[in-house]
């Protein structure tokens, strides 16, 4: 049943539609594109925020945490650190005034994800800690995600044993072993397969490159190929294993996999970590595929 036209009804639900479709124009036209969609939402519910009805604050309270949780997430693949931190912690704000926990839980493991990129394991492991005390109130592919990165972080201080045992549970919960369509609206790319693929960035970290390569040439296959930045950032951590096995060729040949697919997505943060596996085996520019790699490499640079 359609909402009533000019009604509080029929904007949040055109603001929840549109939602939706700026998450395909990420995956279809990539961070950039999408990023001029949300950041123009988030004004326009800065506004409404102002005169919204108090029985309909909530739920504009809750889009507003939605949206700018996107935009921590599109700024991330922009490799935009502080703009991703700064949207965040927005997102946190905004899910706090409405206790929503799923909202919550997730703000906070973006929270993690970036203490982790900016070189913070131990806050990163904090972070994926506070979200777990809401594990119980929140889906299903949510409750296998918020397990992934607490995994990661984990394996990032050494804690190893803890972070494959966190990886088996998260196949309980994932995104594919659940009948009809994944509950909630995130972490439905949850699947078992992205949670080999992390299982195998932990492997690597481990100094486990050799069963790290085996994971993720098995997992690979797994991931949709309309998610290109989950696939190529597969194609990463394999490269990087890659090059702790000491195989440049195969880390190079890998690499160039993944670099016409991270152009096209736009994701200036997996093309910088491309370009630091090109500095890795640049000593090695006299083999073929390195050589490829890195002539191809420069044009993007």
């Avoid at 309270?61 to 490799?79: F, G, I």
């Avoid at 806050?123 to 777990?132: G, L, S, T």
Wanted: contains cysteine; hydrophobic residues 45%.
């Amino acid at each position: 049943m359609q909402p009533m036209l000019g009604s509080w009804d029929e904007t949040v639900y055109q603001l929840r539609a549109q939602w939706h479709l700026l998450v395909q124009n990420d995956k279809l036209f990539g961070p950039q594109y999408a990023l001029i969609g949300v950041t123009a939402q988030l004004n326009l519910l800065d506004r409404l925020l102002n005169d919204v009805p108090s029985s309909f604050r909530p739920s504009l309270v809750r889009l507003a945490a939605q949206y700018a949780e996107s935009a921590a997430w599109l700024n991330h693949s922009l490799n935009d650190v502080p703009a991703a931190q700064l949207w965040t912690q927005k997102a946190l704000t905004w899910a706090d005034q409405i206790a929503d926990p799923a909202m919550t839980a997730w703000a906070t493991y973006r929270s993690s994800q970036h203490w982790l990129i900016a070189g913070n394991p131990r806050r990163a492991v904090e972070e994926a800690e506070a979200a777990m005390l809401q594990d119980k109130k929140v889906p299903s592919p949510v409750r296998a995600a918020l397990r992934v990165q607490h995994a990661h972080a984990l394996a990032t201080v050494g804690e190893h044993r803890k972070a494959m045992q966190l990886l088996d549970n998260a196949q309980e919960w994932a995104a594919d072993r659940r009948p009809g369509k994944p509950e909630g609206e995130h972490a439905s790319y949850c699947t078992s397969g992205y949670i080999e693929v992390h299982r195998g960035a932990c492997l690597r970290i481990g100094r486990r490159p050799g069963e790290a390569i085996a994971v993720l040439d098995a997992a690979l296959p797994s991931i949709p190929s309309l998610h290109r930045q989950d696939f190529t950032a597969a194609l990463l951590t394999k490269a990087a294993a890659h090059v702790a096995a000491d195989q440049p060729e195969q880390a190079a040949a890998t690499a160039h996999i993944a670099l016409p697919i991270a152009r096209r997505a736009g994701s200036r943060r997996i093309l910088h970590q491309l370009g630091q596996i090109g500095s890795a085996v640049d000593e090695h520019r006299h083999l073929a595929d390195v050589r490829v790699f890195l002539d191809d490499l420069v044009e993007t640079a």
